[in-house]
């Protein structure tokens, strides 16, 4: 038997973090992975999405050379399947061909004992990994989540993806049935018709981005309907069946049928906590299967069980597995720190991007706060003329009692990344008149701030 003062089930973005952070302060720390050190974000999710978004970008704004004053007349491209070979070999080469060896080497070298296999809780206080036996004082669980595909009739004898598989693809489909309107269908289905692909997006819900502000998703299906997507919104595929080319031909609720070479399921991730022996501690995860926590990381009703990252199902993104990350590790250090949610950013990196950050004025007037609303046209600002844009919205929410933005979300070129002016702002309660006398460069797209913080401060 090993002994540990902590073993971390999941080297993803959060178990990483966690087993680094203890194991450079003098801790010993097991790490057990039965995939990849890093999780699926370097390897099939975060970097090669954003990589494939780019190059699709770079082959979208080539077309439009001579609108943009680039070239007097159009260059000659070529064929999208070419050019999406030659994405997905740099989208191979920035995620290291997802292989993690080089990852597995770093985290060894910080001390941290890298375990290989899946893991399961065999008794209070002991991990067991194929047979192996390891002890510990305090337990993280980090074992991210998996996708979920929907029960239909005839969807396993179709072609399929999951999120993970198209991006590890090398050749893309002459057309795509994407299923689900959030972040990854509407990233994945943007750079598919980019490359020439045929995409039909089908949402169950009323609108992309789940729960988003309804202007920034009807903007957004606008843009993706300009790219040539047929993007359908309260539809769902109801049965499947394959053809005789081996092709998937979808019956959906609106009583068409779309055919397509390929069905990309992207209709949501459940956390991973089912045959963990995590009932063996006394732990039962929710309906939906996550761990809840209180605001230290700490799996309630445990004083030595902690959960980072998508298994807690607060924020299922990386950075919020990150900062969950330095609370678990700095509470396991012997501090007492605490988690605060209320500015973890959200993006759908399209383009135009989608990008949100606290309580949007129907949420919060639902939890009792004095919220008002102000709304700026991003076709209004300069930046948007100089860089051929087409504009956008920024939404900005505040609490009028207390005098702070609690909310943004906007959608227009990289508004992920001038929205983070607005999550400091939140996290920091600024006063909404320090705010307003806040000066932008110009011309810049955080100008876009000034005018709805004028009217929320009343200045």
């Not at 060894?108 to 809780?121: D, Y």
């Not at 988690?339 to 639902?366: C, F, H, K, W």
């Not at 307003?436 to 009217?455: I, K, N, S």
Request: glycine share 10%.
């Amino acid at each position: 038997m090993e002994t540990s003062d902590v073993v971390v089930l999941g080297a993803g973005s959060g178990g990483e973090n966690v087993a680094r952070t203890l194991a450079e302060a003098g801790r010993s720390v097991a790490l057990v992975e039965a995939l990849r050190v890093g999780g699926e974000c370097p390897y099939v999710a975060c970097i090669p999405s954003k990589a494939m978004l780019r190059s699709a970008a770079a082959r979208h704004d080539a077309a439009r050379l001579p609108e943009f004053g680039g070239a007097s007349v159009t260059p000659d491209l070529d064929e999208p399947a070419e050019a999406y070979r030659a994405a997905a070999r740099r989208r191979d080469d920035l995620s290291e061909h997802r292989d993690d060896t080089e990852a597995a080497k770093g985290i060894e070298a910080a001390g941290v004992t890298l375990v290989r296999g899946r893991g399961r809780v065999a008794r209070p206080g002991l991990v067991e990994v194929d047979g192996r036996e390891l002890a510990y004082t305090d337990l993280v669980v980090a074992t991210g989540s998996a996708p979920v595909v929907p029960d239909l009739d005839g969807l396993d004898s179709v072609p399929t993806w999951t999120s993970d598989e198209a991006l590890a693809a090398p050749d893309r489909p002459a057309t795509l049935l994407v299923l689900g309107g959030g972040a990854v269908g509407c990233e994945l289905s943007q750079l598919h018709v980019r490359f020439g692909t045929t995409v039909t997006l089908v949402e169950a819900g009323p609108q992309l981005a789940g729960k988003e502000e309804p202007s920034l998703a009807a903007l957004l299906a606008q843009a993706l309907r300009e790219d040539g997507i047929d993007v359908r919104t309260s539809v769902e595929a109801e049965r499947f069946e394959r053809t005789a080319d081996g092709r998937a031909r979808a019956h959906l609720s609106d009583g068409t049928a779309v055919e397509a070479d390929r069905v990309l399921v992207a209709t949501g991730r459940a956390p991973r906590t089912r045959d963990l022996g995590l009932d063996l501690l006394g732990v039962q995860p929710g309906d939906d299967g996550a761990l809840r926590v209180d605001d230290h990381c700490r799996v309630a009703g445990q004083q030595h069980v902690w959960a980072v990252g998508d298994v807690t199902g607060i924020a299922p993104y990386t950075h919020a597995a990150n900062y969950q990350a330095r609370i678990v590790a700095a509470n396991l250090l012997g501090g007492d720190r605490t988690a605060d949610y209320l500015a973890i950013p959200r993006a759908v990196y399209t383009e135009p991007a989608v990008a949100s950050v606290g309580m949007a004025e129907a949420q919060a007037r639902d939890e009792g706060v004095d919220a008002v609303t102000a709304v700026m046209d991003l076709a209004d600002v300069a930046r948007s003329s100089t860089d051929g844009t087409g504009g956008g919205r920024l939404v900005l929410t505040a609490d009028r009692t207390a005098g702070v933005l609690i909310g943004a979300a906007a959608i227009g070129a990289r508004a992920d990344e001038w929205l983070a002016e607005a999550t400091l702002a939140i996290r920091a309660r600024v006063p909404l008149s320090v705010l307003a006398d806040v000066v932008h460069a110009f011309p810049t797209f955080g100008e876009a701030y000034e005018p709805p913080l004028r009217e929320l401060s009343g200045g």
